[in-house]
């Protein structure tokens, strides 16, 4: 199993920049992928951005790509969300996720943060 607690939510105004960090706990965190996902008010938790464990590759949701960048420090176990040049719509609750599966983690993963605050304001 692997624990994850987010951080470095916030408010910032339209076109800000904001950095979310994942830090993931366990015997045995470092064999998972890692990525976040969000549920803005009213709407479905979706997907925005993944990284693989070893490769470091990574896949973005089309709505966040060229404006937000993942990256992961494997020695601290911890997974960054890099969001530059928000918008009002990036405005969610952000989810950090884990999973030994690809496909599961860019899905439906089994493990889950406690979920970060972004507002955007206009």
């Known amino acids: 199993q692997v624990q994850l607690v987010e951080s470095g939510g916030g408010l910032v105004q339209t076109g800000g920049s904001l950095r979310l960090s994942c830090a993931a706990s366990?015997?045995?965190?470092?064999?998972?992928?890692m990525g976040w996902f969000r549920q803005a008010p009213g709407k479905e938790r979706v997907f925005v951005a993944a990284i693989r464990r070893i490769t470091g590759s990574t896949y973005y949701a089309d709505s966040v790509k060229g404006r937000f960048t993942i990256s992961r420090d494997n020695a601290k176990n911890t997974v960054y969300l890099q969001m530059n040049s928000l918008k009002p719509e990036d405005t969610a609750v952000y989810y950090c996720?884990?999973?030994?599966?690809?496909?599961?983690?860019?899905?439906?993963?089994?493990?889950w943060g406690q979920g970060t605050q972004v507002t955007v304001s206009s």
């Open positions: 996720a884990a999973d030994q599966s690809w496909i599961v983690l860019t899905t439906t993963p089994n493990y």
């Open positions: 366990g015997r045995t965190a470092s064999s998972y992928s």
